[in-house]
C-alpha cells in the first residue's frame, strides 16, 4: 500500500487518479487546501495532519505502508515572504515528523515533491540537476533543506528516496472529473482561463521589462499528468532497489513567456483575453527552463504533452469546474 500524503490536493490527487490502477492507496489530507472531492474513490481517505504525530501512527498502524509520496506543502513564493514561518514549521518540521514515523516503522521508500524554486535565480540557461542551488525566498529555502534533510538520513539510515523538482505544473485531467482549484488562485493558467470565462476582469502581466525576447518572464510550464507518471516511475524504481538517492527535474525543456502563454490561451479557446502590464511581482526570476534530461536517461522519463495541451485540458476543467 502507497501512502500519499496531500493526495486531496492539485498534483498529489492527479497522481492518485494514476496510482490506483495499479497499488492500493491511502491518502492523508488536512484538507486545508485539498479537496475531498478530488481524491479518486478508489483510494482510502485519512483526514489528518502530517505535523501530527497520532495521525501518522494511525495511519502507520493500521495499513501496510511500502512506500510514502509526499505533496503536502505550502508553495507560494510570496506567502512564503510574508510567513515564513508558516513554510518552515509546514514544509520542514512536518516533513521532519513523517520521516520520524516511517523510520520508526521501518517503511524506506519517500519521494518528495521539490521544486524550482530551490534554483533561485539561476546563471544558465536551461537548469540541470548540477546547476547551483541558492533560493531566494523561504519556500525555496525549506524545500531544499527538506532535500539535505533526506540526503543526510538515507546515509545513516535505512532510507531511501527521489527527490522530483517541478517546474510549472499546470492543465488538469483530460476526463476533466479533476483539476486544478486554488483559493485564492495566484497561477497564470488558472487566471487566465477564468479571465476568458468573465470570472475575473483581466490578466495582470507582473513585469514586462525583464531581459527576455518580448519583456516578459520565462517558465516551463508541465502537464500535471506528465507529472504523475514521472511520479509512477520514481515508485517503480525505489520499489525495485533501481534508485536509492536521486534528484531530478521535471520540465519540458521549453520556455514559454506569459504573452505566450497568453496567446496560447486565446489561440486554444477562441476568445481574446483582456489583459493590462503591471509591476513586478516580489521573487520571480526571468527565466526558469528544466534540462529533464536526467530522469530520461535513467528512467525514462519525458513529457510527452505540449502547452496547446496542457492549456486545452485545463480548459475543458475550467469550463465545468466541480469544486
Ligand atoms: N504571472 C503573471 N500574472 C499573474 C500570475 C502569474 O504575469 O496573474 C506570471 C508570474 O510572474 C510568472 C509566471 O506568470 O512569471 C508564472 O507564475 P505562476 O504563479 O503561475 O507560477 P510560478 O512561476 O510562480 O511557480
Not at 101 to 117: C, D, E, G, R
Not at 274 to 283: K, L
Amino acid at each position: 500500500m502507497i501512502l500519499v500524503v496531500g493526495g486531496a490536493g492539485y498534483i498529489g490527487s492527479h497522481l492518485v487518479k494514476e496510482l490506483v490502477e495499479k497499488e492500493e492507496v491511502v491518502v492523508l489530507d488536512n484538507l486545508s487546501t485539498g479537496h475531498r472531492a478530488a481524491v479518486d474513490s478508489r483510494a482510502i481517505f485519512v483526514k489528518g495532519d502530517l505535523g501530527n504525530e497520532e495521525d501518522l501512527h494511525m495511519v502507520f498502524r493500521s495499513y501496510p505502508i511500502k512506500a510514502v509520496m509526499h505533496f503536502a506543502a505550502c508553495s507560494l513564493v510570496g506567502e512564503s515572504v510574508v510567513d515564513p514561518l508558516k513554510y518552515y514549521q509546514n514544509n520542514v518540521a512536518s516533513t521532519l515528523t513523517l520521516l520520524k514515523v516511517m523510520l520508526k516503522f521501518k517503511v524506506k521508500n519517500f519521494i518528495f515533491s521539490s521544486t524550482a524554486a530551490t534554483y533561485g535565480i539561476p546563471d544558465v540557461e536551461v537548469i540541470d540537476e548540477t546547476s547551483a542551488t541558492t533560493p531566494i525566498n523561504p519556500y525555496g529555502h525549506s524545500k531544499l533543506m527538506v532535500e539535505q534533510i533526506l540526503a543526510d538520513f538515507s546515509k545513516s539510515y535505512d532510507l531511501h528516496y527521489v527527490v522530483l523538482r517541478y517546474f510549472n505544473a499546470a492543465g488538469a485531467h483530460q476526463s476533466a472529473a479533476i483539476g486544478e482549484s486554488h483559493d485564492p488562485e495566484t497561477h497564470l493558467i488558472p487566471i487566465i482561463l477564468q479571465q476568458l470565462l468573465g470570472q475575473r476582469e483581466k490578466v495582470s502581466v507582473f513585469g514586462a521589462d525583464y531581459d527576455t525576447a518580448d519583456g516578459t518572464c520565462i517558465r516551463d510550464y508541465i502537464h500535471v499528468t506528465d507529472l504523475a507518471a514521472a511520479h509512477i516511475l520514481a515508485l517503480e524504481a525505489l520499489l525495485t532497489g533501481k534508485k536509492s538517492a536521486a534528484v531530478y527535474n521535471l520540465g519540458n525543456g521549453l520556455g514559454y513567456s506569459v504573452k505566450e502563454v497568453i496567446e496560447t490561451c486565446e489561440k486554444v479557446t477562441g476568445v481574446k483575453a483582456n489583459v493590462e502590464i503591471a509591476d513586478r511581482r516580489a521573487g520571480d526570476p526571468a527565466r526558469l527552463v528544466a534540462s529533464s534530461a536526467k530522469i530520461l536517461s535513467e528512467l525514462g522519463w519525458k513529457a510527452e504533452r505540449n502547452l496547446e495541451q496542457i492549456i486545452a485540458d485545463a480548459w475543458k476543467w475550467h469550463q465545468q469546474q466541480q469544486y
